[in-house]
């Protein structure tokens, strides 16, 4: 089955500068890879995903870029703010017989220093 | 917006009762699914279900059991809980597969 292994586990950066969290998979036949950031006592929401006939993608101050050959794709986050403190997990699709399951990373929290 | 609700926030059982976790969305989604989620282990799938009455193992299934009998709402089943299985169970829905996964806030449950 698939395999993500996601880097760092803890990541503490100033507000303002960037944060890049980094994910591999093991599984070729994975085609989606989904960000999610979870707030405490709240269930993970989407912030951004890819697909892999795409090698990076956008929005606003969130990026993800995409290397399939490589297995890796990693989330940037530029102008860090006090409300980007979450932990975020990255994931990949796990190919069913009906439909796709996900497997994530194990998460990583990110702390945004004042 | 969507909405996806479960049942209990927080939940106390006995070691050898049976448990059920209720789950309902209101967007006519397809696809439901069901993870624990452990500190320092992420989310783990249990069970998902791409349709009414049919259901697909994920990667933790042993010692659940899912039912969906009606579009709207997947029920996850312990039928004999362990002290193992205290977690935290997120539910999720989508409309595409792959696609955006919808959370509920997650049950908190602790088997003594």
């Known amino acids: 089955g698939e395999n993500v292994e996601q880097h760092p586990s803890t990541l503490s950066v100033q507000e303002g500068d960037s944060a890049v969290i980094k994910c591999t998979y093991s599984?070729?036949?994975?085609?989606?890879f989904p960000w999610y950031k979870q707030e405490l006592g709240k269930g993970p929401q989407l912030i951004i995903d890819?697909?892999?006939?795409?090698g990076e993608k956008k929005d606003q101050r969130i990026a993800v870029t995409l290397n399939k050959t490589a297995k890796h794709f990693s989330l940037h986050i530029t102008e860090t703010q006090p409300e980007d403190s979450a932990v975020y997990f990255c994931?990949?699709?796990?190919?069913?017989?009906?439909?796709?399951?996900?497997?994530f990373g194990k998460g990583t929290h990110l702390i945004i220093q004042p | 917006d969507v909405k996806v609700t479960q049942s209990s926030r927080y939940l106390v059982k006995r070691t050898g009762e049976k448990v059920f976790l209720e789950c309902v969305q209101d967007?006519?989604?397809?696809?439901m699914f069901w993870y624990r989620q452990d500190p320092g282990l992420g989310l783990r799938l249990i069970y998902f279900?791409?349709?009414?009455?049919?259901?697909e193992k994920g990667d933790i299934p042993e010692g659940y059991s899912v039912s969906r009998e009606k579009k709207e709402r997947f029920s996850l089943i312990l039928e004999s809980a362990s002290t193992n299985q205290t977690s935290m169970y997120l539910c999720?829905?989508?409309?595409?597969?792959?696609?955006?996964?919808?959370f509920g806030p997650g049950t908190r449950l602790t088997v003594t």
């Open positions: 999720a829905s989508s409309l595409d597969s792959p696609g955006e996964q919808y």
């Open positions: 599984d070729s036949a994975s085609n989606y």
């Open positions: 890819i697909r892999s006939n795409v």
């Open positions: 994931a990949a699709n796990t190919l069913g017989g009906g439909a796709d399951g996900l497997t």
């Open positions: 967007m006519d989604h397809e696809n």
């Open positions: 279900s791409y349709d009414v009455k049919m259901k």
